[in-house]
């Protein structure tokens, strides 16, 4: 039985077969279904969990070696709250693209877990180290 770390197996399960340069999606609770992905939903109400408290939690499992968000992001929250991602991922500089351009990526990933954020643009693209 496992005593630490990420306890959901789902998710335990996408982030093993990430691979070298695979991304990964952390999503709000408004982003859209692809049936052609895998989406673990760990929605539970609004705002829980949120996109930061599972970039946190994943981060002693998963080595990222760039991340991407919408440009969108930082024009339409607090300039403290884009700070709390950059902290979030402080290793790793932080692509900005408008998110019709993020949205290409998607198909491309190797799973979505969708969180209960209700953040404007909260969708965070992980490309793995």
């Known amino acids: 039985m496992l005593k630490s770390g990420i306890l959901n197996p789902q998710v ?12 990964l999606i952390v999503a709000d609770r408004g982003f859209p279904f692809w049936p052609e992905i895998e989406t673990i939903d760990l929605s539970l109400v ?3 969990p ?6 946190y939690a ?8 760039r991340f991407f968000m919408a440009e969108e992001f930082r024009l339409h929250n607090a300039p ?6 950059a902290d979030a991922m402080a290793s790793v500089d932080v692509t900005y693209e ?3 351009d993020l949205k290409k990526r ?5 799973g ?10 909260a969708n965070v693209i992980l490309e793995s180290a």
């Open 12 to 23: 335990n399960s996408l982030l093993s077969r990430v691979r070298h340069t695979n991304t």
């Open 46 to 48: 609004d705002d829980i």
């Open 50 to 55: 949120r996109v930061l408290d599972v970039l």
């Open 58 to 65: 994943i981060q002693t499992n998963f080595a990222v070696g």
């Open 80 to 85: 403290e709250i884009v700070h709390q991602f």
């Open 98 to 100: 408008p998110h019709e």
């Open 106 to 110: 998607v198909p491309h990933a190797i």
């Open 112 to 121: 979505l877990i969708r969180t209960g954020d209700t953040m404007e643009f």
